[in-house]
Every structure is written in structure tokens, then in C-alpha cells.
């Protein structure tokens, strides 16, 4: 069984580093633009087996220690009568604004959010056969309710901001359904096959620390000790916003994930042991070859002590990289030595 992942989760040490990609199954990949030329990305996650089949490929492809079920952050909102088109982000017809919008919204079973989820991750689970680590994940309250509210990606996200300013009382009623929905969603998830689970808070950078701390924390934390009651490994996932990252560091979470504009070794030192850490190579140097890929994660590699890291980048991997960078990528960290 190759559990680096876990290990590195809790701190134990591996005698190599774990490495995953975030949005490792995509359009990067000449087989996965194959198979979205006969179906449309709704379908790949609808399907079970096109899903399993999905979240397999980057590992039949490379030696990767995770793989990461093939679905979207808005998925499980199906499950609340908000289910999205992609196009190619996602886009929902019907936003939730109103009061009674938000009082209407069904809670859901545990079995009735997005159950082709666990499905597909019963079918990787038997495939994978102890090969890499399976990860499922879900979203974050604050970006699930910012797609929510907005309907589709609006730079800055002001409805839900205005949302924040003019209605925190509706606002909370809204987090709080989804907290709720996506805690049963991971625990499902588990159950269903996954190792550990990854919470994206995509969006949370965009309220200030005090407003975050007083509208989005509260159900932020609510929602990691659920999985974590039921003894599931939790990576908390944080984009664009230095001002939070010590907050999200207090989080109940076995590690914290960020993007690629903080320096990871400085934020090792300044947090201490004890929290994993995952990342943080920006997506765009892949862009630049593999001897730049390659150069960059050995720095990244120089600059975060082993214990502790799980390597990835600090966003999803962008469409237009080549297969050699990723390969530079694993080779980096494959060939590191580690002495403990
Ligand atoms: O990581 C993986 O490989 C698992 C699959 C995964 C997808 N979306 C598949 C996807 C995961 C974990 C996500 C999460 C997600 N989705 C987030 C949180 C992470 C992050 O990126 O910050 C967000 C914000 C979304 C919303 C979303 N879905 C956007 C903005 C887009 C379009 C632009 C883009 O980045 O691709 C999507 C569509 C989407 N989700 C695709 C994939 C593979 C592209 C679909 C296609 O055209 O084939």
C-alpha cells in the first residue's frame, strides 16, 4: 500500500515525498481530450465509470502517490435542486439571493448528494488496488455559496460581498445549510473509499480577516470536525489570501494546502511542526519546460524540510502543460534523497 500521504498527513516520516496534482485529471491530457470529444464534462461526472475512468488516467500515465475523484466543487449543489452547467465554469440559471431562496433550499441525506460520487470512488477504490492514495473533496461554504449567489464566476464575487455587508444574517443561514450538506458529503465520501478528503476555499481571500472570522469561520469549522469526528485525514485548501493564512493554520485540519504566492519554507518556520503542508509550485512555470519545472521544484524541494510535505502545485494544472513538465516534476521529487 503506498500511504506517503497519509504518513506525510501526520507527520510521520516517508522515505521519499508524496506528490499529487491538483486538477490532475483534465485537459492537459491528450486521453482525457479524447474522451471529452464523445462526452461532455457533465456526463464524465454523471457516469460512474467515466468518472472512475477519469480519475485513472494521470495514473496509469505517471507514478502519482493520490488520486483525486473526478467531479466539481459545485456538484454536490444538485443535491439542493442548484444543479450547474459548465461552461466552461460553472453556471446555475436559478442563484439563490432571496431569503426565501435560502429558507427553501432542501437538506439532504447523506444518500441523496451527488451519489454517483461514492459510486465512482467504490469503482477507483477496487482499481487502484493500494497503489496511490484516494482523495475526496468538497468545497468550502463560503465558495460554494460565492457560485451560489453570483450564479457564475464574476471577478471579486460583489453579490455575495454585498450579500456579506447588507444581509450576514441570511448569509449565515446559507453557510450553515452548506456546511451541513458538505459534512455528510465527505463522510460519504469516506465511507465510500476515500483515504482523505481536500475542503477548496477557492474564494475565501476575499474578505478581510475580521469579516471571515465572524461570517465564514464559524461553519468552516464546523464543517472540518465532522470528517474528523469520523477519523478522516483532512487537507484545508486556501487561494489568493496571505491575510487568512494564519487563521486557516488554526483550523482543524491535518494540513493546510496553499497557492503559490507565499513562500512555503518561510511559513514551515513560522507555523512550526506539527501541521502537514501541501504545495506549492505555481502552475504557469510547468508552462516554461521541464528544465524550468525541474530547476523549480528542486528549489521548492531546498527551501520545505521533508517532514510533513506533500508536494503539488499551488493551483490546478493549466491546460496548455506539456506531459515532459509533469514528468520533470515527478522526476524531482523521485530523485530526492532524504536522510532523517
Ligand atoms: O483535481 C482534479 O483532477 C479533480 C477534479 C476537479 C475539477 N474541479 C474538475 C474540472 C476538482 C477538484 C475541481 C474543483 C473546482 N472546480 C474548484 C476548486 C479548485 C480551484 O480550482 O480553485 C473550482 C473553483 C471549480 C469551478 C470550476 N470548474 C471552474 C472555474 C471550471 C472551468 C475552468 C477550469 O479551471 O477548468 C470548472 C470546470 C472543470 N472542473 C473542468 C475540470 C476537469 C474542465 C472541464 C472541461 O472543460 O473538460
Not at 521519499?16 to 483534465?26: D, E, S
Not at 524541494?301 to 506533500?310: E, N
Not at 503539488?312 to 536522510?339: D, F, K, W, Y
Amino acid at each position: 500500500m503506498n500511504d506517503l500521504i497519509l504518513k506525510a498527513l501526520h507527520g510521520e516520516p516517508v522515505p521519499r515525498r508524496p506528490l499529487w496534482i491538483m486538477r490532475q485529471a483534465g485537459r492537459y491530457l491528450p486521453e482525457y481530450r479524447e474522451l471529452r470529444k464523445k462526452h461532455s464534462f457533465e456526463e464524465l461526472c454523471e457516469q460512474p465509470e467515466l468518472a472512475a475512468e477519469v480519475t485513472l488516467q494521470p495514473l496509469r500515465r505517471f507514478p502519482l502517490d493520490a488520486a483525486i475523484i473526478f467531479a466539481d466543487l459545485v456538484t454536490p449543489l444538485a443535491a439542493i435542486g442548484r444543479p450547474f452547467r459548465f461552461n466552461p465554469g460553472p453556471v446555475l440559471d436559478r442563484p439563490v439571493r432571496t431569503a426565501e431562496d435560502i429558507e427553501n433550499l432542501p437538506e439532504p441525506e447523506a444518500e441523496e448528494i451527488a451519489p454517483e460520487v461514492p459510486r465512482a470512488l467504490g469503482l477507483v477504490k477496487q482499481e487502484l488496488g493500494g497503489k496511490a492514495v484516494l482523495l475526496g473533496f468538497g468545497g468550502a461554504p463560503w465558495s460554494l455559496a460565492a457560485y451560489l449567489i453570483e450564479g457564475h464566476h464574476v471577478n471579486g464575487f460583489p453579490t455575495i460581498r454585498a450579500m456579506a455587508a447588507g444581509r450576514p444574517d441570511l448569509l449565515g443561514e446559507l453557510l450553515g445549510k452548506l456546511a451541513r450538506l458538505t459534512a455528510k458529503y465527505l463522510v460519504a465520501q469516506h465511507r465510500a473509499g476515500a483515504d482523505a478528503v481536500q475542503v477548496f476555499d477557492t474564494w475565501a481571500g476575499l474578505l478581510p480577516l475580521e469579516d471571515w472570522k465572524r461570517l465564514a469561520r464559524p461553519h468552516l469549522h464546523w464543517l472540518l470536525e465532522e470528517p474528523g469526528r469520523n477519523g478522516v485525514p483532512r487537507i484545508m485548501f486556501l487561494q489568493d489570501a496571505p491575510h487568512l493564512l494564519d487563521a486557516y493554520a488554526a483550523l482543524p485540519s491535518e494540513a493546510l494546502a496553499i497557492d503559490w504566492r507565499t513562500d512555503l519554507g518561510s511559513l514551515r518556520e513560522r507555523l512550526g511542526p506539527g501541521k502537514a503542508l501541501q504545495g506549492n509550485l505555481d502552475p504557469a512555470v510547468l508552462l516554461a519546460g521541464p528544465q524550468v519545472t525541474r530547476a523549480a521544484a528542486r528549489e521548492l524541494l531546498r527551501r520545505v524540510p521533508p517532514r510533513g510535505h506533500i508536494v503539488n502545485l499551488g493551483h490546478g494544472i493549466m491546460p496548455e502543460t506539456s506531459i515532459a513538465s509533469v514528468e520533470a516534476l515527478l522526476a524531482a521529487v523521485h530523485e530526492e534523497e532524504i536522510r532523517s
